[in-house]
């Protein structure tokens, strides 16, 4: 056996100078200069003065970022906080006052009720602390410990959630925090009436989850028509007689367990003051029945017209319908064989910006469509990538993020007819290597099982037969596409991918089966995952694809990804020897038990047993190619225990395998660098493997 008997601590050191490879064409640009710019989250819209916020991720310093319009229209940007290093500390769950002249922040970890201690600092865990700080600037007031804080439309309390329930402090910072609600469930989701005189909020019960509203006058809380279901997703009605909500039924199965139908899930209306309600609408058997929300905030949006607009799969694509609150015809808003991502309501509350892969399947755009209306307009047509729209207060001006092939995700304004205006263009790097990158290729090619796969393919410069990689996203409910994603983790992955390419690799990017962007019966496949890894046929399809191109080497094709791509690296290098010749598994799933079926579960169930047959491990025996396996120890989705124990039957039959341990992580690490380390880790290893190894066999 053969192994590098050291494990690469990401605290510790780890020679990270990268010799150029051989037999591959000189680098262009380092991985540090193309993961380099800024990467924007939290795009939101202040009620007043046409204001927008963001938070910009450069390289680990994270701060809150403001644009509004001058005299002329036009949108100017700077940065409303000054946090500098990369120190492991998040920024998000923004929320503006009502003025539009305050921004609400929470800094340190956004897991709720978790603390973080990425950099294994002595004292422990990060903190979750909530900041107020003004547009104009200005040291930033701490208003109290917690996460998700909601501004009142009075402008003079910010509730938020701490340690599972609800606590609330003076947004001038006057007066010490004080308990609002402490029940029996976890509080959360929490939304103010519009007049600010209630709050709704969700009780997460394990088996069960309530929606109800708190009077602070009266110090009281009504339950909305409880049941033993899983009620959430809380939206009040203009008026604030009245609370919205999904309904969920009880006793469904695991999402990695379930199909694509279910008992069905419903929409329900309560009175606030008495808690009655009634369900004013129930989706259909069928295609649809099983809840599948938006990546949003919000999954209801009450319009104009008492018209309630809400996600529903029923044509088997993710769309936007709407129905008025006392029933009635159901309007479908957005309709045609492509999907709904993320949408927002215009605060005129008269029509819906949404973003959504229709006409383009490996892109989103920004449409616009009236409540009620099933005639959508859209707003950002081309090659770029545009996506969580919101609308600013002039129920005109519409921001988005933005990118395309070569320029990273960035804010943009859009205003007009298709007219399109880049925010904070200062904040990219002068060395981000935009005019280097190449432009990827969407291709289809055929699984194991006939069934068409999309992917991106990246080229590289020069002739003859290149080393080649595939690429396999995590999720698996995730889509790449052709340009800079909208989700760092994968804008990185997608930056990796561009200088993969840059060294002399053709990198194949494959969105498999149980990814969004293609339909339910894409989303959920029949035998997928642990009922039967389906998926595979997928990985064996894409090596084919690749070994059958005449740029590419069919000796030297390796695989890598993260998460459930990484469970994907370990199907293909057990599965496929012949086809993959090493491979990057981070964070990979080796044995669907430990996630399903957990002890001391009955693993002699059939399910159980198709769950193991379903994982790499089943087909350990078969793996020969050498593998990089890497794996957070604080890692909150997959079990730090999956990685030894597939380390330990790859060492009791020879393999030759590396290890990278991140200290005190979690899934995605929260410290820049340690993204650099791996990424650089992951490029030498498949350039020693792939490039360096073959040229010196010449």
Request: proline letters at 7%; glycine letters at 12%.
């Amino acid at each position: 056996m053969r192994e590098l008997r050291r494990s690469i601590r990401f605290a510790g050191a780890f020679p990270l100078l990268l010799a150029a490879p051989v037999g591959a064409q000189t680098a262009a640009f380092t991985i540090e200069q193309v993961l380099g710019a800024p990467f924007p989250t939290e795009l939101i819209a202040a009620p007043a003065k046409g204001r927008i916020a963001w938070v910009f991720n450069a390289r680990g310093s994270r701060n809150v970022w403001v644009a509004e319009p001058g005299a002329d229209g036009s949108y100017a940007a700077r940065a409303v906080t000054t946090y500098s290093g990369d120190d492991g500390q998040e920024v998000g769950d923004l929320a503006w006052s009502p003025d539009g002249e305050t921004i609400v922040y929470v800094r340190g970890s956004l897991t709720p009720g978790e603390g973080t201690n990425p950099r294994s600092l002595p004292s422990g865990d990060l903190g979750q602390e909530i900041y107020a700080v003004s547009v104009h600037g200005g040291a930033p007031r701490k208003l109290g410990d917690g996460h998700a804080p909601t501004v009142s439309p009075k402008g003079d309390i910010v509730a938020y959630e701490s340690g599972g329930h609800i606590w609330a402090a003076h947004l001038d910072g006057s007066s010490q925090p004080e308990s609002l609600i402490s029940e029996k469930g976890r509080s959360g989701s929490l939304r103010w009436s519009p007049d600010g005189s209630k709050l709704a909020f969700v009780s997460a019960r394990g088996d069960h989850d309530f929606v109800g509203v708190y009077d602070p006058a009266s110090k009281s809380v009504v339950w909305l028509a409880p049941s033993v279901d899983h009620d959430g997703d809380p939206e009040w009605s203009p008026d604030g007689s009245r609370v919205a909500f999904v309904r969920v039924p009880t006793g469904g199965r695991d999402v990695f367990l379930e199909g694509r139908t279910g008992h069905p899930w419903s929409i329900w209306i309560a009175d606030v003051t008495t808690g009655d309600g009634h369900a004013m609408w129930t989706a259909d058997d069928g295609a649809g029945s099983l809840y599948q929300p938006l990546v949003a905030d919000h999954q209801l949006f009450w319009g104009v017209d008492d018209r309630i607009v809400f996600p529903w799969e029923k044509t088997g694509w993710l769309h936007l319908y709407s129905i008025r609150a006392r029933g009635g015809n159901v309007v479908e808003m957005t309709p045609g064989d492509f999907e709904i991502f993320t949408a927002s309501l215009n605060p005129n509350r008269q029509d819906i910006v949404y973003a959504g892969n229709a006409n383009d399947s490996d892109r989103q755009h920004v449409w616009r469509v009236g409540v009620g209306s099933n005639v959508p307009v859209e707003l950002t047509p081309g090659t770029g990538i545009e996506s969580y729209p919101v609308v600013a207060s002039d129920g005109k001006t519409i921001a988005v993020l933005r990118s395309d092939a070569r320029r990273p995700m960035h804010p943009a304004i859009v205003t007009g007819a298709v007219a399109v205006h880049d925010l904070a263009a200062e904040a990219i790097p002068t060395d981000f290597p935009s005019a280097q990158l190449v432009v990827p290729q969407p291709v289809v090619f055929s699984s194991g099982d006939g069934m068409m796969i999309h992917g991106q393919l990246f080229l590289p410069a020069g002739s003859g037969r290149h080393p080649a990689v595939v690429f396999l996203h995590g999720g698996p409910t995730r889509q790449m596409l052709l340009g800079w994603h909208m989700k760092g983790a994968y804008s990185y992955l997608y930056g990796v991918n561009q200088y993969l390419a840059s060294q002399g690799f053709v990198v194949l990017s494959v969105n498999y089966r149980g990814g969004i962007g293609y339909g339910l019966n894409f989303r959920k496949p029949a035998n997928f995952g642990a009922q039967g890894a389906s998926e595979n046929q997928d990985l064996q399809g894409a090596g084919l694809f690749l070994r059958d191109r005449p740029d590419v080497d069919p000796a030297r094709i390796g695989v890598w990804g993260l998460s459930y791509g990484g469970l994907m690296t370990a199907q293909a290098l057990s599965r496929y020897p012949d086809l993959f010749a090493a491979g990057v598994d981070y964070a990979g799933v080796h044995d669907w038990r430990a996630l399903l079926f957990p002890p001391p579960a009955d693993t002699t169930r059939d399910d159980a047993r198709v769950a193991f047959q379903s994982s790499p491990m089943a087909a350990v025996r078969g793996w020969r190619s050498p593998v990089l396996i890497a794996q957070a120890d604080d890692d909150r989705d997959v079990p730090y225990a999956q990685a030894p124990e597939l380390i330990t039957a790859l060492r009791a039959q020879g393999v030759d395998l590396e290890q990278i341990i991140l200290p005190d992580e979690t899934h995605e690490p929260l410290v820049y660098r340690h993204w650099i380390r791996f990424f650089q880790a992951t490029a030498e290893y498949l350039t020693r493997h792939l490039i360096a190894r073959q040229a010196a066999a010449h």
